[in-house]
């Protein structure tokens, strides 16, 4: 018995120029992507809902469509889930990060299901938000008889 392939569409939508600047990234990384909106929110709440919905209706044919937005709580998180009540099969994430998205857009070729995709977006982005610390090589209290570790271990 063959599984079922689902494909699964993505809106991106965020303050500003938020989704053409993600966009432009995921097109270096991935390459130009089908079944893939950019929603930008530049102006108006009521211009960002009519593009919202010019988005979805773009991808009618797809199985379910995950929004990414940047903030939660912000206009176009709060416009995509408002729209989103009366459509199926739709995910809103916020928070979204490049890792999420690029990971998102390479795994849902694979033919995974929206909640499947809607997890792993969620667990990617957190797993790649990291703080860098300088960690240092030798501490404050070394003394005379530790070793010299200068040219490397």
Not at 20 to 26: E, F, K, M, R
Not at 36 to 47: G, T
Not at 65 to 70: E, K, L, N, P, S
């Amino acid at each position: 018995m063959f599984s079922r392939f689902y494909m699964v569409g993505i809106i991106l939508t965020g303050h500003g120029r938020f989704a053409d600047g993600l966009t432009s990234s995921v097109d270096l990384i991935a390459g130009p992507q089908k079944d893939y909106v950019a929603v930008n929110f530049e102006h108006e709440v009521d211009e960002l809902t009519t593009d919202l919905n010019a988005a979805f209706d773009q991808l009618q044919d797809c199985d379910g469509v995950i929004v990414f937005t940047d903030l939660q709580g912000g206009s176009p998180f709060k416009t995509a889930v408002e729209l989103s009540v009366s459509r199926e099969n739709v995910e809103i994430i916020a928070g979204t990060n490049l890792p999420m998205l690029a990971e998102v857009i390479m795994a849902r070729s694979m033919g995974l299901d929206l909640d499947t995709l809607a997890s792993m977006a969620v667990n990617t982005g957190k797993d790649q938000v990291t703080r860098f610390e300088l960690a240092s090589i030798m501490g404050d209290d070394q003394d005379e008889d530790n070793e010299d570790f200068s040219d490397g271990i």
